[in-house]
């Protein structure tokens, strides 16, 4: 079975920071893409932070410089750096594994809730 499971989420004040983690199992890990994206208010899951097997890394303009992604294939997880955090971060933060052949994997979500 594969399982996709994002932990770190929280409320967490404007300004503030926190570390997102999925850990992922079932798939050869190092070769899938892997990415962040967050479900806001509407139906689109949008990407906020992307890294390939290279380790090469994509993101969003409006969490650039904010928002580090990394990843680590010994353990099978990826985590998503998140610091001065404003409303609009607000939403569910899906992992996603991406083989970029045909397969990817979605996790749940955690939610992330930046509010004063």
């Known amino acids: 079975q594969v399982h996709v499971v994002e932990s770190g989420g929280g409320l967490v004040q404007p300004g503030g920071s926190l570390r997102l983690s999925c850990a992922v199992s079932?798939?050869?890990?190092?070769?899938?893409?892997m990415g962040w994206y967050l479900q806001g208010p509407g139906p689109t899951r949008n990407l906020v932070a992307a890294i390939d097997s290279d380790g090469d890394t994509d993101y969003a303009g409006s969490v650039k410089g904010r928002f580090i992604i990394s990843r680590d294939n010994d353990k099978n997880t990826m985590d998503l750096e998140m610091k001065d955090l404003t409303p609009d971060d607000t939403g569910v933060y899906l992992c996603?594994?991406?083989?970029?052949?045909?397969?990817?994997?979605w996790g749940q979500g955690t939610q992330v809730t930046v509010s004063s």
């Open positions: 079932g798939i050869t890990f190092r070769l899938y893409t």
């Open positions: 996603n594994a991406d083989d970029r052949t045909g397969r990817d994997f």
